[in-house]
């Protein structure tokens, strides 16, 4: 069976040019989105994907329609393969059910991994360079050297418990064992 999935998008809103294309493509059935693509959770797609089954084939007006970014689209298209169900890209002449579409579609995926870890290595070189600047991240500790060493003190008197001193801080009792287990 060949299914059709369609989005319209903020600039055109008018779904008419994918219908009709699909509809010439030999679609037997068109899951339409009604939402734009920014929204992570698409009901049609999902239903589209759903239904689904060994054998089919699923066809996209252009491979925008169906993915906002490369990762996304090749994470659709290896479930699709897994399942055994064809893609088919008409407006960049796309089609997973050929030996030269599985090849180009194999290239995207490496050019999707390549960017993964161009993102990677620039985090990482980030991080670097703030460490070096002496800025640390993450969150700021909720108790300084100073309130732990308060805290230990308190904590020598046998009537205060840590409830109580966690209060006095503001903190939760793990919050406060875990920086008293940390001074020692």
Not at 24 to 47: D, H, N, V, W
Not at 147 to 163: F, H, I, N
Request: contains cysteine; hydrophobic residues 40%; positive net charge.
């Amino acid at each position: 069976m060949i299914i059709g999935y369609a989005r319209v998008s903020t600039h055109d809103q008018h779904p008419e040019l994918q219908l009709d294309a699909l509809d010439q493509a030999g679609c037997e059935q068109i899951f339409q989105e009604k939402m734009t693509g920014t929204l992570r959770e698409r009901p049609e797609l999902s239903l589209c994907l759903r239904t689904l089954r060994k054998g089919d084939t699923l066809v996209v007006w252009r491979m925008d329609r169906l993915a906002r970014s490369l990762k996304d689209l090749v994470e659709i298209i290896e479930d699709l393969h897994k399942r055994e169900i064809g893609f088919r890209s008409l407006t960049e002449s796309i089609d997973t059910t050929s030996a030269s579409g599985k090849l180009v579609f194999h290239i995207f995926g490496a050019l999707a991994e390549f960017e993964h870890s161009l993102i990677l290595e620039r985090t990482k070189a980030g991080l670097a360079a703030a460490r070096a600047r002496g800025r640390k991240g993450g969150r700021p500790a909720s108790m300084s050297s100073h309130d732990v060493r308060k805290a230990k003190a308190m904590l020598s008197d046998p009537t205060m418990t840590k409830a109580e001193v966690a209060r006095h801080f503001s903190v939760s009792r793990t919050t406060l064992n875990a920086h008293l287990n940390k001074t020692k």
